[in-house]
């Protein structure tokens, strides 16, 4: 089995997704992978992938299986490892659930398999979680190639977007990708699916626009945590208070909704301590944890608010947080967070 373009060692250093998809539509496998984390969908594009490239589908109900961890131990697992392929290169072993699998008297069982894996094997573990200061995990850690799969951070969101679109050989146009993201988020599933449609919806033609974004995502998205974020930033009260309102309409938590205007008034904390330093455009994208195409409207908010009135915000919205979850009407609390935030006055009493 060639494994030369993707090495475990390199592999190790840190997980790439878009290196790993191409070494593997090169069919070039790590005998031990071990994929975790809360982000189902991270998880499900690697094990698909692997199974799609590495099992030849005429052979596959001999040479691949399928393995429940709440229905199968270690020693039947390693076994199903060990087997020889037929009529083929490798065979495919997936175990899900891999840490149900996981008891003192298996930690010796897969340290030793992990350590001299079948040469024609590709034996994929996926676990929730996993603790790497024991075995069978400190083998892996050294051993396998190993992948948090975690949902992603706000600045991580138009990268992967601008990098799912390159992997699908089309390009998409800076103001489009930053659409997307203010529709959509950070839900890998949500964003995949969304692609899908605008690529449906544009035939042929190579390049996505912002255009295509409104046109095939705007038309029936609810309204974002982002677009309120950025009309409490641009102190539109009207706008915020709609926006705000409608969201909780919709179902969306009123405690998630209070998170994103923190994270997003931390960003201008950050920017206004940034700017004060006289800060280059890079060296406060990188302060804030933002992408560049985000930096013009934040510094903009930024400079909106005074410094104390950022403050204030923190404080209201702290006030905000603990009113909803002391089941203060949510719809009440963020009203009235958005309209001191966006006023600057705080009231000496707090809704409780």
Known sequence: MDRTAYTVAKAREKFDFTAFHAAVRKRQFAPVYFFYGDERFLVDECVDAIVRYGVDPAMKEFNFDLIQGSESDAKRIVAAAAA???MADRRVVVVKEFERTVRKESEEVYAAYIEQPSPTTVLVLVGASADFRRKPYTTLKSKAVVAECRPLYENDAMAWIEARVKGLQRQ??????????SYVGTSLQELANELEKVLIAVGE???????????????SREF???ELANVTGEKNAARALEIGGRMLRSGESAVAVIAALTLHFVKLYKLQDGIRQRKSESELAAIAGVHPFF???LTAHARRYTPAEVENAFLVLAEADLAVKSSVDPSVALTKALAEIISGVRPETPVL
Do not use: W
Request: charged residues 20%; glycine residues 2%.
């Open 84 to 86: 020889y392929p037929m």
């Open 172 to 181: 998409i146009e800076p103001a489009a990708v930053a659409m997307l993201h």
């Open 205 to 219: 033609r190579p390049r996505i626009t912002a255009a295509d974004i409104d046109r095939v995502v705007g038309v």
């Open 224 to 226: 974002s945590s982002f």
């Open 295 to 297: 930096l013009k409207s």
